[in-house]
């Protein structure tokens, strides 16, 4: 008789390479590695058919203290190679990993199409409002007024939302994290693998070196509970250490506004409940910001896919030729307007 022995349970030893990482010390990219590694481990996903994609800058490391197939590849570019390698091999599980300089500035038109396109990925950005391989210069997300090598009197530009930016593009799976969230990360980790297209998460990731504590006003403990709210579907949108306040609709507009449960006729009745469904909803929580409204985090939205692209650049294709008849290179080449030249 056969015994067949069942595979062993994959740890996140299983996906930590030899490679010393190095990042600053208290780098919040630490725990963004740990988070993946340990989400892969649940996951129970294939080294060996798992890809991790990056470009230049900090957090474009990342493959190299990855046990699974990885390409270090050229500023902002990281989306193009990525759409390349699933073309190419469809059943690669593939993760890009960028910074926000990487994918909003020189590499933006890039992540605008991987994005639209629907690419079956993980896209993570690591959002840290700054650009810290290069030593400091402001980036598309720093706030205006940052000081910094390259805007010594301040910045004077409007910063870009990723989220905002990745809901324009037609994303059809949106989410946020925080690095520190070591909980909270590995959930949406997971609903971003499970889903079918690009799935886009930003982590919010502190940079001790350069831009420390610029999220700050929602991810220190003392304020955190009040100015964070993790959008669960089907949840009333609540949020406080009391969790007596919430989100809703402001009468007579389309607004939302902050509220306190028990005050002045409030009820949770009043909440609204979140859809991660509603693309008009995430582009409103997307947008909010201490000190008016609390940070979302978590699933913000999701819109399932019928096909990927891959799938449509299979049928379409054979659709096409089936109909197509034999080939003709000369009627080809003589098809419309034609000119002699004597």
Same mark, same amino acid.
């Given at each position: +008789? ?111 199409? &991987?994005? #639209? ?26 706030? #205006? ?55 886009? &998460? ?19 403990? /003392? &304020? ?43 009820? +949770? ?5 979140? /859809? ?11 947008? +909010? ?54």
């Amino acid at each position: +008789m056969n015994v067949v022995t069942p595979p062993a349970a994959l740890t996140p030893k299983d996906f930590t390479s030899d490679q010393e990482v190095r990042w600053c010390p208290g780098c919040g990219d630490y725990a963004i590695l740990k988070s993946v590694r340990a989400t892969l481990a649940e996951l129970g996903v294939e080294p060996r058919n798992t890809v991790f994609v990056s470009g230049i800058g900090c957090a474009a490391r990342f493959p190299y203290y990855m046990e699974t197939y990885g390409f270090h590849t050229i500023h902002g570019r990281a989306p193009a190679i990525a759409t390349g390698l699933k073309i190419a091999n469809p059943e690669l599980d593939i993760w890009v990993v960028s910074g926000d300089g990487d994918s909003l500035s020189i590499g933006g038109n890039h992540l605008l199409h &991987v994005l #639209r396109r629907d690419v079956d990925l993980q896209f993570l950005l690591f959002n840290n409002e700054i650009y810290g391989l290069t030593k400091g210069q402001y980036s598309p997300t720093s706030k #205006r007024g940052t000081r910094s090598p390259s805007t010594p009197g301040g910045s004077i530009d409007n910063p870009v939302s990723a989220a905002s930016f990745a809901l324009g593009c037609g994303s059809r799976f949106v989410a946020r994290s925080i690095d520190t969230l070591q909980k909270h990360m590995p959930t949406v980790l997971k609903r971003a693998h499970a889903h079918r297209g690009a799935s886009f &998460v930003e982590i919010f990731q502190n940079c001790i070196v350069y831009n420390d504590g610029t999220f700050n006003r929602f991810t220190d403990r /003392d &304020v955190a509970a009040d100015n964070q709210i993790d959008v669960v579907h089907g949840e009333p949108l609540v949020f406080g250490a009391e969790k007596n306040k919430g989100l809703r609709v402001r009468p007579g507009s389309l607004a939302l506004e902050v509220v306190t449960i028990g005050e002045n006729g409030i009820s +949770m009745d009043d909440i609204l409940v979140h /859809d991660e469904t509603d693309r008009i909803l995430a582009t409103m929580l997307v947008a +909010m910001d201490p000190p008016e409204f609390p940070v979302a985090i978590g699933v913000i939205y999701c819109s399932p896919a019928e096909s990927s692209y891959i799938d449509n650049m299979r049928t379409v294709p054979a659709a096409r030729d089936s109909s197509a008849g034999k080939a003709d290179i000369n009627a080809l080449l003589r098809k419309g307007h034609t000119w002699t030249v004597g």
